[in-house]
T-cell receptor
Framework: DTEVTQTPKHLVMGMTNKKSLKCEQHMGHRAMYWYKQKAKKPPELMFV???????INESVPSRFSPECPNSSLLNLHLHALQPEDSALYLC???????????????FGAGSRLTVL | SQQGEEDPQALSIQEGENATMNCSYK?????LQWYRQNSGRGLVHLILIRSNEREKHSGRLRVTLDTSKKSSSLLITASRAADTASYFC?????????FGQGTELSVKP
């Protein structure tokens, strides 16, 4: 299995809702990532987990809460989002962890989030 | 913070022509990667070039790296309509993979 699977593909939520994005990989990768991408812009790094521990938080607002229940799963919990948080959220994984050299990322297809 | 700048921002060519995209970066690097993104989809890794390499080939892709100028280029030869996508360079300052602004390539049949 060489894929990163993200669910749901599309999500519409109100500003008072609580929802979660899920990501799964079975490649034995030790690092997992969340990126946010707005239209016509590059992906922006949000969080990095290395060996199931949060290693990088790029000053992301607390309304985004990541969770790594085990080495194959990564969640992004969403609460009290704003319309400007509408974007494509991309999960990725890599065999190597931060600082270990060349990290080639395998991306999922993304979850398109719309906040009303 | 932004690490890579790419030009052109958009490129439109005919099928069969070559496409060249350029990337400049700010800090020293150990390696540079190129990724492709089809519209609204995830990114796909294309090629990685290390700082001690000057050129690398993979099928119809040719990547060059000039560390003295802090720049890289991606050449796609004999382009196809299926090459239509956005292309991003990426570097790893402090171990984080950071993407350039990207080049939107359109290949017309």
């Amino acid at each position: 299995d060489t894929e990163v699977t993200q669910t749901p593909k599309h999500l519409v939520m109100g500003m008072t809702n609580k929802k979660s994005l899920k990501c799964e990989q079975h490649m034995g990768h030790r690092a997992m990532y969340w990126y946010k991408q707005k239209a016509k812009k590059p992906p922006e790094l949000m969080f990095v987990y290395s060996y199931e521990k949060l290693s990088i938080n790029e000053s992301v607002p607390s309304r985004f809460s990541p969770e790594c229940p085990n080495s194959s799963l990564l969640n992004l919990h969403l609460h009290a989002l704003q319309p400007e948080d509408s974007a494509l959220y991309l999960c990725a994984s890599s065999q190597g962890v931060q600082g270990s050299g060349a990290n080639v990322l395998t991306f999922g297809a993304g979850s398109r989030l719309t906040v009303l | 913070s932004q690490q890579g700048e790419e030009d052109p921002q958009a490129l439109s060519i005919q099928e069969g022509e070559n496409a060249t995209m350029n990337c400049s970066y700010k800090t020293s690097i150990n390696n540079l990667q190129w990724y492709r993104q089809n519209s609204g989809r995830g990114l796909v890794h294309l090629i990685l070039i290390r700082s001690n390499e000057r050129e690398k080939h993979s099928g119809r892709l040719r990547v060059t790296l000039d560390t003295s100028k802090k720049s890289s280029s991606l050449l796609i030869t004999a382009s196809r309509a299926a090459d239509t996508a956005s292309y991003f360079c990426a570097t790893s300052p402090a171990g984080k993979l950071i993407f350039g602004q990207g080049t939107e390539l359109s290949v017309k049949p």
